[in-house]
């Protein structure tokens, strides 16, 4: 089994940037990907990055592309989220997701076992 805790989360104004945290405890050699998600007020979970946790291979929605980075320090069993040009529309509780290798896709939530409690993510106009 795997626990998430993420962290930093917090209010920013527009155009700033914020850098999330997500440990990983457990049986962390069971995880393949770690991704992040989002959820806003009334919309559904939606895909944001992920990184597969051997190779370091990155991927990211369109919309964050060119502005969000993840990466990961396995020696901390950790993975980031660096946040920048914050837009006030991607306020959102974040968060940082674990799975075995996908059966068909991971950017879709129903392929992450693992869920941490999520960190919100408040930015103002």
């Known amino acids: 089994q795997v626990q998430l805790v993420e962290s930093g989360g917090g209010l920013v104004q527009a155009g700033g940037s914020l850098r999330l945290s997500c440990a990983a405890f457990?049986?962390?050699?069971?995880?393949?990907?770690m991704g992040w998600f989002r959820q806003a007020p009334g919309k559904e979970r939606e895909f944001v990055a992920a990184?597969?946790?051997?190779?370091?291979?990155?991927y990211y929605a369109d919309s964050v592309k060119g502005r969000f980075t993840i990466s990961r320090d396995n020696a901390k069993n950790t993975v980031y989220l660096q946040m920048n040009s914050l837009k006030p529309e991607e306020t959102a509780v974040y968060y940082c997701?674990?799975?075995?290798?996908?059966?068909?896709?991971?950017?879709?939530?129903?392929?992450?076992?693992?869920w941490g409690h999520g960190t919100q993510v408040t930015v103002s106009s």
């Open positions: 457990g049986r962390t050699s069971s995880i393949y990907v």
């Open positions: 990184i597969t946790w051997g190779g370091g291979s990155t």
């Open positions: 997701a674990a799975s075995r290798p996908p059966r068909y896709s991971m950017a879709s939530a129903s392929e992450y076992e693992s």
